[in-house]
């Protein structure tokens, strides 16, 4: 077990607790040798000893090593401690999203998009390369001072059930997080991690969970069951756009989410144009909004950076819900007002929401949110009119055609096809492939279809593009990440089992590893499952009698033997007939005069093969053509 106050692997000292998963503990230490401060995480001693566990966090740590985002948390090196697996990451100072939005929120839509863009740019990522978190969660995101989001626990959580987590078949997550098809036993898949993400976006909305229950069962069924709730249905601040992205997101059916995670982003950083795919096209002007919701509590703030294009505004003035432009000289009154007022906060020293604000943070200047309902002025006439001059009528309202959505094409389910298979039936429905970086799999065969982006079932324009990655085959194992050597036997066996290798044992002698434990293993560098690992097993300090002495005369054997370490205490000549009592057939062994046919002693043990205790007395039984005796 890793303690406070130890140094790990002489580099790394453990300085103070910081956090406690039902899996793992989380210690803040500083690296001795780069002079940085670090996060140290280590599995609790329960699990540290189960060889299914321990895998299991190697291959994550391993998996998210390879990683290089800035919205996924840097793992810097692994290892283990006195029989506790441990790696080190990033160490990010500030707070876990959940309690920013307990202390925070609820939060501004504008500022959700903010984090749900960080969040969803790290999901997107991983997708990409054949990875699905599977535990999309508030507790799972990092929030540093500045409001940079840092997503952290790529699959760590695998394999662990206790009351807050649930795990059926493949899939496994926070049951409040859990999406319908991972509660159903289904593989996870980036859709699930679109549901929760829409999850955490609800709660930083409201403050709320879409479902809840006394128990992880009865919040699974709802996940599985239930419509969820609209955010507005608990904070009716909230505009229905911002209902329509987050319903889309919470979805029962995958193939109606949002096609990626970023789409999710994008869909909450517009919302003020939002149109759920069912009215038209996903992002097209919209007419009034219902009123902004209150961001956060009092002036307490949370400004989550972003990067975004500008908010689009009406560029002739205002359009009202039936098409006619509205008066300029009212909304130019009331524009007045709100500017007026704008500057008397200022004045007063009252710190702007960054809902409203910008999330750019205090000093952005580019098309701040506070301008939506000044954004529908025209161009303001000067403030001093010495002659009146008549007030030109509006234009008649002009009819806007009707826009005419194109046909769209359902993205065919291409996984488990050849290149060639892909591409014919993509190419059916007017769709391109696009072939990203293999990926290994232990299901699929070489030049497999692994992992395609939109998944099956969305719907794209024609001409458009879909992403797969293809199979490299099985993964290799390095085996030297395993740490297997002075393991037990029985452990370092049942840790290649579960990762699917195959495990012979074979004795040795040591007086540096204790009997029963790894000296060496065979092949020492990377294996893929189904191949066979060799252990080379301690049988402790003892000398074997080497089979080869059988049929090898006499006096090079006691030679031998005694180089060993073992002594010949005596010699014992037997006949042809004796030699036959033995079961040896002369002319088949090739047995000459003077070979040996046999060893003894007074250890039972003691035979061809055997292990004995160094100095150990051996008696040699060797054929004498001339007569012998019983030995």
């Given at each position: 077990m890793i303690e406070q106050g130890t140094t790990v692997n002489g580099r790394y000292r453990v300085d103070r607790l910081i956090g406690e998963g039902g899996m793992a503990v989380v210690y803040v230490g500083h690296d001795l040798l780069l002079g940085r401060d670090v996060a140290i995480k280590a599995l609790r001693p329960q699990y540290a000893v189960d060889p299914q566990f321990r895998a299991r966090f190697h291959r994550e740590a391993k998996a998210a090593a390879g990683f290089s985002h800035p919205n996924i948390v840097d793992i810097y090196d692994v290892g283990e401690q006195r029989g506790t697996p441990y790696f080190v990451m990033a160490y990010v100072p500030g707070q876990t999203l959940k309690e920013v939005v307990e202390t925070e929120g609820p939060f501004h839509p504008d500022d959700v998009a903010g984090l749900l863009q960080q969040v969803c740019a790290a999901l997107d990522y991983a997708h990409e390369r054949g990875y699905v978190h599977r535990d999309v969660k508030p507790q799972n995101v990092l929030v540093d001072p500045d409001g940079h989001a840092i997503v952290v626990d790529f699959g760590i959580a695998k394999g662990l059930a206790d009351a807050d987590l649930t795990e059926v078949g493949t899939g496994l997550g926070t049951v409040h997080y859990l999406s319908p098809e991972q509660a159903s036993g289904l593989m996870a898949t980036p859709a699930s991690d679109v549901y929760a993400a829409g999850v955490v976006a609800f709660e930083m909305l409201t403050r709320g969970l879409p479902f809840d229950a006394d128990t992880p069962v009865a919040i699974a069924m709802r996940h599985l069951h239930e419509r969820p709730p609209a955010p507005s249905d608990i904070l009716p601040s909230?505009?229905?756009?911002?209902?329509?992205?987050?319903?889309?997101?919470?979805?029962?059916?995958?193939?109606?989410?949002?096609?990626?995670?970023?789409?999710?982003?994008?869909?909450?950083?517009?919302?003020?144009?939002?149109?759920?795919?069912?009215?038209?096209?996903?992002?097209?002007?919209?007419?009034?909004?219902?009123?902004?919701?209150?961001?956060?509590?009092?002036?307490?703030?949370?400004?989550?950076?972003?990067?975004?294009?500008?908010?689009?505004?009406?560029?002739?003035?205002?359009?009202?819900?039936?098409?006619?432009?509205?008066?300029?000289?009212?909304?130019?009154?009331?524009?007045?007002?709100?500017?007026?007022?704008?500057?008397?906060?200022?004045?007063?020293?009252?710190?702007?929401s960054p809902g409203l604000g910008g999330l750019g943070g205090p000093t952005a200047t580019a098309d701040p949110p506070i301008l939506v309902a000044l954004d529908e002025m025209p161009t303001p006439e000067p403030a001093i009119a010495p002659i009146e001059t008549p007030t030109p009528s509006p234009p008649p309202p002009t009819e806007t055609p009707p826009t005419i959505a194109p046909v769209e094409a359902a993205v065919p389910d291409v996984v488990g096809r050849t290149l060639a298979e892909a591409e014919t039936l993509l190419a059916e429905q007017d769709l391109q492939v696009v072939e990203g970086e293999a990926a290994p799999s232990d299901d699929f065969p070489p030049g497999a279809v692994v992992f395609q982006e939109p998944p099956p079932g969305a719907t794209l324009p024609p001409g458009s593009t879909v992403s797969v990655r293809l199979s490299s085959g099985p993964e290799e194992i390095d085996l030297g990440d395993l740490d297997l050597l002075g393991q037990p036997a029985e452990e370092a066996a049942a840790i290649l089992g579960e990762l699917g290798l195959a495990v012979s044992r074979v004795e040795i002698g040591?007086?540096?590893?204790?009997?029963?434990?790894?000296?060496?293993?065979?092949?020492?560098?990377?294996?893929?499952?189904?191949?066979?690992?060799?252990?080379?097993?301690?049988?402790?300090?003892?000398?074997?009698?080497p089979t080869e002495i059988f049929?090898?005369?006499?006096?090079?054997?006691?030679?031998?033997?005694?180089?060993?370490?073992?002594?010949?205490?005596?010699?014992?000549?037997?006949?042809?007939?004796?030699?036959?009592s033995f079961d040896i057939d002369l002319d088949e062994a090739g047995i000459q005069n003077g070979d040996v046919v046999g060893v003894q002693g007074s250890a039972p043990e003691i035979d061809f093969g055997a292990w004995v205790r160094p100095n150990a007395e051996v008696d040699l039984v060797y054929y004498d053509r001339g007569g012998g005796r019983e030995p």
């Open positions: 909230i505009p229905p756009a911002v209902d329509a992205v987050v319903l889309r997101a919470l979805d029962k059916d995958p193939t109606r989410r949002f096609p990626s995670a970023g789409a999710f982003a994008r869909a909450m950083t517009y919302w003020r144009q939002y149109r759920p795919p069912t009215v038209g096209p996903g992002f097209q002007e919209q007419g009034a909004t219902a009123p902004l919701p209150t961001q956060g509590r009092g002036n307490t703030m949370r400004v989550f950076p972003e990067t975004r294009g500008p908010t689009p505004v009406a560029a002739q003035g205002p359009v009202a819900a039936g098409g006619a432009r509205s008066s300029g000289c009212a909304t130019w009154a009331v524009g007045l007002l709100l500017l007026a007022g704008l500057v008397g906060l200022i004045a007063l020293g009252v710190r702007l040591s007086t540096d590893v204790p009997e029963g434990s790894v000296v060496s293993i065979d092949p020492d560098g990377s294996a893929v499952p189904g191949e066979t690992v060799a252990l080379r097993v301690s049988v402790g300090n003892r000398v074997q009698i049929g090898s005369p006499v006096d090079d054997v006691a030679r031998q033997l005694e180089r060993l370490g073992l002594r010949v205490a005596a010699r014992y000549p037997v006949d042809a007939e004796t030699v036959q």
